[in-house]
């Protein structure tokens, strides 16, 4: 025989994770701190302390590639392949 | 940081030499300060090369902010420096290195160093 219990549910929470859509174990090459972190300056991971993807393929904590292109001497340049860095989606 | 060149070119046979990296708090946006230092003991001479004046400044590009890239490293600095001693025949000193150490008042990075022969 089977027997059923009433059950109301009163309240309840919902918790999520996030991460970047990135390889796990990938650093930036700047900080070397994971994606996953945030650049030196920040205290949380989330959209104020975005990615940048290059055009080139190579990736970098918003910041820390904002800091060397504020640069002279980067010339603009992917600190990877020393090509033109530009951002894949604007 | 101690190196070593592992090749048996005959100019650092057994020999090692001690480096000096010295980092600003903007690395590593810029470059650190990267010099050979002389010890008499340990036995650690700065190597005899035709873009490493007496006084332990090297002349690399990569040292420099017209060569730098935040995505360098000191390990990455160690092998570039290595690969510029083992591939070397020359076991002389750059030209104008006496003149160079005696007046030379400039940190190493502020060096206006010209890389005139790639070919060493």
């Given at each position: 025989m089977l027997l059923a219990m009433k059950v109301t549910i009163k309240e309840w929470n919902a918790v999520a994770t996030w991460r970047w859509d990135m390889p796990e174990?990938?650093?930036?090459?700047?900080?070397?701190?994971?994606?996953?972190?945030?650049?030196?300056?920040?205290?949380?991971?989330?959209?104020?302390?975005?990615?940048?993807?290059?055009?080139?393929?190579?990736?970098?904590?918003?910041?820390?590639?904002?800091?060397?292109?504020?640069?002279?001497?980067?010339?603009?340049?992917?600190?990877?392949?020393?090509?033109?860095?530009?951002?894949?989606?604007? | 940081m101690d190196i070593r060149v592992l090749d048996p070119n005959p100019i650092y046979l057994d020999q090692t030499f001690r480096l000096r990296f010295r980092f600003s708090n903007n690395y590593p946006i810029e470059s650190p300060e990267v010099t050979f230092i002389p010890l008499t003991s340990p036995p650690r001479p700065v190597p005899l090369h035709p873009h490493v004046y007496s006084n332990g400044y090297i002349c690399l590009d990569l040292l420099g902010a017209s060569g730098w890239s935040p995505v360098q490293n000191v390990e990455s600095v160690c092998m570039s420096i290595q690969s510029m001693l083992t591939g070397n025949v020359k076991a002389e000193?750059?030209?104008?290195?006496?003149?160079?150490?005696?007046?030379?008042?400039?940190?190493p990075r502020d060096v206006n160093f010209v890389y005139e022969d790639a070919t060493v």
């Open positions: 174990d990938e650093v930036c090459g700047i900080c070397r701190v994971q994606f996953d972190g945030t650049c030196p300056t920040c205290k949380y991971p989330g959209d104020e302390c975005t990615l940048l993807i290059g055009k080139c393929g190579h990736s970098f904590h918003m910041h820390c590639l904002r800091t060397w292109i504020d640069q002279e001497s980067s010339k603009g340049l992917c600190p990877m392949c020393r090509q033109k860095f530009e951002s894949k989606r604007e | 000193r750059p030209p104008g290195d006496e003149d160079f150490v005696r007046r030379n008042t400039l940190r």
